[in-house]
């Protein structure tokens, strides 16, 4: 299970959709170590020191909190396809800390991590599909049901109510495509 540390930014994510969403997450198999341990880790292109490095700059633990360099070592972590840094990116983007304010952006690291299956991230690109600049009903519905079903029941507790309000947008036909959509991520990831 995964480690939640709360971001100690006050309301910044929290205002955005609920203190379940302020948060940066901790990745694992990465033993507790020092500062210059973790860094050490985190040059040699160690993902999982890359993204809990990150986490001490965006929350102040251990270091002086810099969302910029959080920023840095999330993005080096996430290109190396680290699902929890990929998430932790496109919050960042979301919320314009450490780089500047970018919802697209957000949302193609969003689809990174939940293609991996992160229901986390597959709330999140579900809500910054089911409206605004962004919005496409039917793949909001895809990641909204994907995350509905997800183990982690916090995920559920605040997919659920968006699920249902997307799906009263739908259409006939577009439900029949959401449905196909939601069954090929089932098949693919099953493989």
Do not use: C
Request: proline share 2%; aromatic share 8%.
């Amino acid at each position: 299970m995964r480690l939640l540390v709360a971001l100690a930014v006050a309301g910044t994510l929290a205002a955005a959709a609920g203190s379940a969403l302020a948060n940066h997450q901790v990745g694992h198999g990465t033993p507790a170590k020092s500062l210059p341990e973790l860094t050490k880790a985190a040059e040699q292109n160690d993902a999982v020191a890359q993204n809990n490095l990150a986490v001490m700059y965006a929350t102040g633990s251990g270091v002086k909190q810099d969302y910029a360099q959080a920023a840095k070592w999330y993005e080096k972590a996430a290109e190396q396809g680290y699902a929890i840094a990929q998430y932790n990116l496109a919050a960042m983007y979301e919320h314009g800390m450490g780089v500047a304010r970018d919802p697209r952006a957000a949302a193609i690291w969003y689809q990174l991590a939940a293609d991996q299956g992160d229901a986390w991230a597959q709330f999140n690109l579900g809500r910054l599909e089911s409206a605004g600049d962004l919005k496409h009903t039917v793949s909001a519905y895809r990641w909204l049901y994907l995350a509905n079903e997800a183990d982690d029941s916090e995920v559920r507790r605040v997919a659920a109510p968006l699920l249902k309000e997307v799906a009263a947008q739908l259409t006939g036909a577009q439900a029949a495509e959401a449905t196909r959509l939601v069954s090929a991520w089932k098949a693919r990831v099953k493989k």
